[in-house]
Structure formats: C-alpha cells, structure tokens
C-alpha cells in the first residue's frame, strides 16, 4: 500500500498539522516506509505461536500485597532534607491574612 500526497494531506488535516510542500513529501516517504514494514510483518507466518501477554504464559498471574494503611515508617528519610522540622512533621512558616 502506497499513501499518496492527497492522503498525507489530509491526514495532516485530521491531525491538525500544517505542511508545506516539503514536509508532505517528507512525511509521505516516512508514512510508506511504516507501512511496507507493516506489510512485511503481516508476511510472517504466526502459526502455532502462543500469544503472549507481557512477556509471561497467560497462566502466570501477579502476586497481591495487601492493602493495609500505614505511615510509610520513613519519617527520618523523608525529612532528612527539610529545611525545618517539627518533631516527625514539615515546619511551614505561619500564614495570616
């Protein structure tokens, strides 16, 4: 399959882009690159290949933590750089309006 440069235009169009005539025929040469590398991959004979699903069998599933709510027990690393600090808390100056 071949794009001519009417396609290209218009598909400019529908994705709001405006070309010059240049960058038509430089899009026109990338977007049938993309599709002869499509047409080679549709050449590939898929038969008897599992599809896969992230890179693991189907079968495979991802272990659950639990969902429990806690403080994190990181006070000390998260504020090791705060500029000021009130016990295990970020020390902001007062705001009055």
């Given at each position: 399959?071949?794009?001519?440069?009417?396609?290209v235009?218009?598909?400019a169009?529908?994705?709001r882009l405006?070309?010059d005539?240049?960058?038509?025929?430089?899009?026109?040469?990338e977007?049938?690159?993309?599709?002869?590398?499509?047409?080679?991959?549709q050449?590939?004979?898929?038969?008897g290949v599992?599809p896969?699903?992230?890179g693991?069998?189907?079968?495979v599933?991802?272990?659950?933590?639990?969902?429990?709510?806690t403080?994190?027990?990181?006070?000390?690393?998260?504020l090791?750089?705060a500029?000021?600090?009130?016990?295990?808390?970020?020390g902001?100056?007062?705001?009055v309006e």
């Amino acid at each position: 399959m071949s794009l001519d440069a009417a396609t290209v235009r218009r598909v400019a169009n529908l994705a709001r882009l405006r070309l010059d005539e240049t960058e038509v025929e430089k899009l026109q040469a990338e977007l049938n690159g993309i599709l002869d590398w499509i047409e080679q991959l549709q050449q590939v004979d898929t038969d008897g290949v599992e599809p896969m699903a992230g890179g693991a069998p189907v079968e495979v599933k991802l272990p659950w933590r639990a969902d429990a709510v806690t403080d994190g027990a990181q006070a000390e690393k998260v504020l090791a750089n705060a500029p000021d600090r009130e016990g295990e808390y970020f020390g902001v100056p007062k705001v009055v309006e």
